[in-house]
């Protein structure tokens, strides 16, 4: 019974007496599966980035908690999401990223299907030289699609296909940085970072929510932005994270910024802010260039960190973007070492999940007290039992 797996009662109690998530929560398989219904699959979360397929016709697969997905742009421009599987004995389409130049064809038996999803041709189906049959519906064997959105350039899933519309569950967030509504540009290939770590992917969620640590993980960033200068973002059930009064831009030999975003009020002129979007996206604003990071778990013990830089116009200093990236890669890997700490630290049989600071640690209990709160009500659903 899945209920016996945790005991999550204290995890849920204020940051003054409550402990962190058990360290089942981290090791165990039987937990990750829960988690990957609870957390991943029954909410919003991250995939990819749109930017992965920029032109119709663009194709990249993806397995996502062993799902195989395909995230494909139609030749009418819409980015969509399928399962990467053929209607017909469920052979995997697509194999590497690639641009559909006529239609997605199964290799198996040649099935096709348009960059919309619908099946478009069954070779033979009928007999040799029939290509039909009357128990071969066409219209109702499209690829499978999975519901998704797009919002700063992040492609959304929402696997179960029952969370609140997309805008809904996100209202607080869209609402909190209005202002960056407007185009985001993708810095291209030297504004993206991938790093492989050995932890749970809830580790690298909880670790960046907080400042805490900065001082002795971030010497660099503490240097100029002290922690006495970072606030606590708080939204109980959706978001959590840290922000900034002192933001202080990258400049080139000659002075040069990156341009700012339009229109922005003055508080950003010197502020920043970094957000985890629960489940696994986490993201960051600043006047003149913004990132996002989506985590993809690949077991209990082992993360994927997708990241990606931004900026307010397409033709920004090559130069300069890449010394942002180069910059930002070396503050995310200092966090490495941390993150695989705590998740060695998780097969220590006494710990009992941790305590929290009640001054310092407030977003990162946030985000435990969410979790808790979603594994128990999953635990409750028939399915749990199954």
């Not at 478009?120 to 189906?125: D, L």
């Not at 499978?144 to 899933?157: C, K, L």
Request: aromatic share 10%.
């Amino acid at each position: 019974m899945a209920a016996g797996i945790t005991d999550l009662s204290a995890v849920r109690r204020p940051p003054e007496t409550a402990n962190g998530l058990p360290n089942a929560h981290y090791i165990d398989t039987r937990v990750f599966e829960e988690e990957r219904g609870a957390l991943l699959f029954s909410q919003w979360a991250g995939l990819a980035v749109a930017a992965d397929v920029p032109e119709p016709g663009d194709a990249r697969p993806i397995t996502f908690l062993g799902m195989p997905l395909l995230l494909l742009r139609g030749r009418d421009g819409t980015l969509r999401v399928f399962q990467n599987i053929c209607r017909h004995r469920g052979m995997i389409l697509v194999e590497t990223p690639r641009k559909i130049e006529g239609a997605v064809r199964c290799p198996y038996h040649s099935w096709c299907y348009g960059t919309d999803g619908a099946l478009v041709s069954t070779p033979h189906v009928g007999g040799p030289g029939h290509n039909t049959h009357d128990a071969i519906d066409r219209s109702t064997l499209g690829l499978i699609e999975v519901r998704s959105h797009v919002w700063r350039d992040v492609v959304w899933i929402n696997v179960s296909g029952d969370a609140p519309p997309f805008e809904v569950a996100m209202a607080d967030l869209i609402a909190r940085w209005a202002e960056f509504e407007q185009p985001l540009w993708h810095g291209g290939p030297d504004s993206t970072i991938t790093l492989t770590v050995d932890c749970n992917w809830k580790l690298a969620v909880e670790n960046f929510c907080e400042s805490y640590h900065l001082p002795w993980v971030h010497p660099g960033l503490n240097a100029y932005s002290r922690l006495e200068d970072h606030y606590h973002i708080e939204r109980p059930g959706e978001f959590s994270g840290q922000g900034t009064l002192v933001y202080r831009q990258l400049t080139n030999e000659e002075g040069q910024t990156f341009p700012d975003f339009a229109d922005l009020s003055d508080r950003w002129d010197t502020a920043a802010e970094y957000i985890a979007a629960y489940p696994n996206v986490m993201l960051g604003v600043h006047r003149d260039h913004a990132f996002a990071i989506v985590l993809v778990p690949e077991g209990p013990e082992r993360t994927v960190e997708h990241i990606h830089l931004y900026y307010a116009r397409p033709d920004t200093d090559g130069g300069l973007r890449q010394r942002n990236t180069q910059l930002w890669k070396t503050v995310f890997e200092e966090d490495i070492f941390v993150v695989e700490g705590m998740q060695r630290g998780r097969h220590a049989s006494g710990f009992d999940g941790g305590r929290f600071s009640p001054v310092m640690d407030s977003p990162t209990h946030c985000f435990h007290d969410w979790v808790a709160g979603k594994v128990d009500a999953w635990r409750g659903q028939p399915h749990a039992a199954e």
